[in-house]
């Protein structure tokens, strides 16, 4: 799943989203989660092997009418009764094996007493009649007096636990059954369930029946069902249909968005040697969507905003593939090789997350698939609640599972751990793991055997300091040079401290030392504390480096002087390395020498994600010299993931005429839509004398989805001016587009805030149904500062519909306005996208404003992508 949004860097990603605000959110707020119920698998008393669901749905009444007959064998002798999970369903009758049974219920169990007790091997045919109203796992989107215009659409979730919701099922997924599934709908609407479509026939009353079969077992979480109205656009693999789906109106959006589908098939397929395993493979993008999108076996949900209007997507250099690839890659990893329980969901998630850059390697090319990962150690680095957590855990009682490290750093993982191997002996050991799993549920064990049958090689220490210890490595580094012995002593001190399950760290590293005549490259292993390592150089040294690429997870202090720094930017061979010269070189402020150099690399860097980190390294060193580069480079960077960067940097340049006009000028003209929008961002922050009237023309002109009228409202909270307050209620009112009633709410939450009557009007979205309408405004209510808000976040976290997402979000703003001044991020995602001043005064007040506002920009651009983020994320859990 991705967390939405969606979390990784190409998602800015994948990163899920909308990561849900999850991938990132999971880095900037530390806050408690949601987590699964279950986090140990269960005992279990029966297999469940084939389920035949049949549902119609009432739309007044938003309920569900289903009938389900549960085939399945008992594995424990002397069983006098089978369970179901459901939650909020009506039972109305049961029979068993045909004859009528009794039945008692409970909160979130349907038990069925058996006639006797039951043998080892004994098999049921349990049929279940039912209706309900669910409070999650199967949601209607419905036309109303907001959006009389809206799409019809039913879709469900089932990840984590929530399919029971609206199936009596057994809901955890250490086991798999075939199902097929039954849907009668209007005559007009389309369904897309799992496995193959078999057939569609008249219902009579309007209505036609459609099914579904699925013949390959899989988990009951990974049950799909939509219905509605939709637009098709048809495709194959191999002969096998290859489908996508779009709310109606939005199907000329499919093709750009979606269209590389085949062949990511055809390169996972090549790699992993094991054929893509299921009967079709269908992508179903739905409104309102609870998580950025899920791995329902042969039939994805993602979310509608991945349908970028086909005038921005060209803007985005790997588009939607972020979240393609994640969701597509589960089909092996999640759907086909399923985690046993939530603890190893790092199995699921990491693969799909490692499968990303994958995608990306062998379609957008090297440099692209490093400046994501080199981002990624970034972001996790700064989640400062994910350092004492190991990948494989169980003690998720106050936190989730589904976090940065399932995501993150378990896909930096695995990139370690094919470099380690190498790409032949880690793809053999691929391959064994799904030969031999394929249609099993796994733990982190079956993967090491796996990858031992099949290469030969020991991974056990490996696993055990990445995956079952946490943490990374932090380095301290230094070197000289003895000119007699012609060597370079190079120190390196791990200065992690050692705490918990955080210990010292035994990682192989390459070393290349330059000199007059060339590079040489020297592999060393670092496990201790504190070694110094000698290293052959013919003469003194123009450039050192260590791990050369960067393939270990890791931070790093190395201690250099300016004019090594220098040559590293300009002589380094791989992205990682320049990048990191960018980032020391961005801390010497006021030298033009270095000004210089990032304006060289500004121009020239071959790579565009050197280029963008060299403009942000500008923005923030600040001064006439790079304010003037920065302008320079808006005439020679037409590339618009380039471009919007560097005019998002000028954001920082306050009181300067010259960038003040350049700005205005790009967000009434520009061929970029991202730059205008960046422009618009960026306006806000500086606070000059004609913004306000710049974004209020803004927000009345037309562009494509409101593109650039969301950017002017987001830019509203940034400029706090109190003269936005009339416009930001007008667009925040229902009947709004709900992604520029979001913008406006994140905005008016961030102004006036002693008024009670804003708080008071925030509060009231609260009770909506539409999900993104509610998040923005919990959000909205914890940035305020406003303690009256307390009762009404208070009433929703006790309502029973919250989606997978929210109540933990909720909670982390009730803490927040419980401890006004704590200095801590319970995150509002309502600011800007760059630092500014606070007016309240502090540094650590303008820390946390600095840090709130990046989360925007963040935010901001995936929600432009996806958007989002499998994060789930999948959701936010941390």
């Not at 001016?721 to 009339?726: F, G, L, T």
């Not at 406006?744 to 708080?759: F, V």
């Not at 309502?799 to 109540?807: N, R, V």
């Amino acid at each position: 799943m991705i967390r939405e949004p969606h979390r990784n860097t190409n998602h800015h990603r994948s990163r899920v989203a909308f990561l849900a605000l999850a991938a990132l959110l999971a880095i900037f707020i530390a806050a408690p989660q949601l987590r699964a119920d279950e986090p140990y698998a269960r005992n279990r008393d029966y297999d469940l092997q084939h389920s035949k669901i049949a549902l119609r749905f009432d739309l007044d009444q938003k309920k569900v009418l289903g009938e389900v007959t549960h085939s399945l064998s008992i594995l424990r002798g002397g069983s006098t009764k089978i369970a179901f999970d459901s939650v909020g369903l009506n039972i109305q009758s049961v029979t068993l094996n045909k004859a009528p049974a009794k039945f008692e219920t409970s909160a979130d169990k349907l038990i069925i007493p058996l006639p006797a007790s039951a043998k080892t091997g004994d098999k049921f045919d349990v049929a279940i009649r039912y209706e309900g109203k669910p409070a999650k796992g199967l949601y209607f989107i419905l036309p109303d007096k907001d959006y009389p215009d809206r799409p019809k659409q039913i879709w469900t979730q089932g990840e984590s636990e929530d399919t029971r919701y609206y199936l009596p099922t057994y809901d955890y997924p250490n086991d798999r059954l075939t199902t097929e599934t039954i849907l009668t709908v209007p005559a007009s609407w389309i369904t897309v369930s799992n496995g193959k479509l078999i057939g569609v026939s008249d219902a009579g009353k309007g209505l036609k029946t459609w099914y579904w079969k699925e013949s390959v077992p899989s988990s009951t979480y990974l049950i799909t069902v939509v219905a509605g109205e939709f637009d098709e656009v048809k495709d194959t693999w191999r002969g096998i249909p290859v489908t996508y789906y779009a709310p109606k109106g939005r199907g000329d959006r499919l093709p750009i968005n979606y269209g590389r589908t085949p062949a990511m098939m055809e390169l996972f397929s090549k790699k992993f040697g094991v054929d893509y395993a299921w009967e079709k493979y269908a992508q179903v993008m739905v409104d309102e969507f609870v998580a950025g999108g899920m791995e329902n076996s042969s039939a994805t949900t993602n979310n509608s905003n991945s349908l970028v209007h086909p005038k921005i997507a060209p803007e985005y250099f790997t588009g939607q593939d972020d979240l393609i690839s994640h969701e597509l890659g589960h089909q092996w990893f999640g759907d086909l090789v399923t985690c046993k329980d939530w603890g190893e969901i790092w199995l699921n998630e990491g693969f799909a997350t490692f499968l990303e850059a994958v995608w990306t390697e062998a379609h957008f090319g090297k440099d692209q698939a490093d400046y994501e990962r080199w981002n990624n150690a970034r972001e996790w680095f700064e989640s400062s609640n994910l350092w004492k957590k190991p990948i494989v855990r169980h003690d998720f009682d106050d936190s989730s599972e589904f976090d940065g490290n399932a995501y993150n750093k378990a896909g930096w993982v695995l990139f370690m751990l094919r470099h380690q191997i190498g790409e032949d002996a880690f793809y053999r050991g691929i391959k064994h793991y799904l030969e031999v799993n394929g249609g099993k549920n796994v733990v982190t064990s079956d993967l090491t055997k796996a990858i031992e049958e099949a290469t030969h090689t020991n991974v056990d220490q490996f696993f055990s300091q990445w995956l079952y210890g946490a943490g990374a490595p932090k380095f301290e580094l230094s070197y000289s040079y003895d000119s007699e012995k012609h060597q370079v002593m190079l120190a390196v001190k791990q200065t992690q401290k050692i705490e918990g399950r955080v210990g010292l760290f035994r990682v192989p590293a390459e070393v290349e030392i330059t000199t007059a005549s060339g590079p040489k490259l020297y592999d060393i292993t670092v496990s201790k504390d504190h070694q110094t390592f000698p290293l052959p150089a013919e003469s003194a040294p123009l450039m050192v480096l260590f791990d050369k690429g960067g393939h270990v997870l890791k931070s790093a202090e190395f201690h250099k002087e300016k004019k090594e720094w220098l040559y590293q930017l300009k002589n380094a061979g791989d992205l990682a390395d320049r990048a990191d010269a960018v980032v020391a070189l961005g801390k010497m402020k006021n030298d033009e020498e270095v000004i210089g150099a990032l304006g060289e690399t500004l121009r020239n860097d071959k790579t565009w994600g050197v280029r963008a980190t060299a403009a942000d390294a500008l923005g923030q060193m600040g001064g006439a010299s790079a304010s003037k580069l920065l302008l320079a480079a808006l005439d020679s960077n037409d590339k618009p993931w380039v471009r919007n960067r560097v005019v998002s940097a000028l954001g920082n340049f306050k009181d300067d005429p010259a960038v003040a006009a350049k700005l205005n000028s790009i967000a009434k003209q520009d061929d970029s839509y991202r730059a205008r929008a960046a422009a618009l961002q960026a306006l806000g922050r500086l606070k000059g004398p004609n913004a306000f009237a710049t974004l209020e023309a803004a927000v009345a002109a037309d562009s494509p989805d409101g593109f650039l009228r969301n950017a002017a409202l987001r830019s509203l909270g940034s400029l706090g001016d109190d003269k936005a307050v009339p416009l930001l209620l007008q667009w925040s009112a229902a009947g709004k587009p709900l992604d520029s009633r979001t913008a406006a709410i994140n905005s008016l939450g961030r102004l006036q805030k002693d008024n009670k009557e804003i708080t008071k009007q925030i509060a009231a979205y609260l009770t909506e149904p539409h999900f993104p309408v509610r998040m923005a405004s919990i959000y909205a209510l914890g940035g305020r500062g406003d303690a009256t808000a307390i009762p009404a976040l208070e009433a929703l976290l006790k309502s029973d519909d919250l989606s997978i997402e929210m109540a933990p979000m909720i909670k982390a703003q009730i803490a927040r306005l419980k401890k006004p001044t704590d200095g801590k991020l319970g995150a509002n995602p309502g600011a800007g996208d760059s630092g500014e001043e606070s007016s309240e005064g502090g540094d650590e007040k303008l820390a946390t404003e600095q840090r709130l506002e990046k989360l925007e920009h963040l935010l901001q651009e995936m929600n432009e992508r996806l958007k989002s983020m499998e994060k789930r994320f999948p959701p936010p859990k941390q």
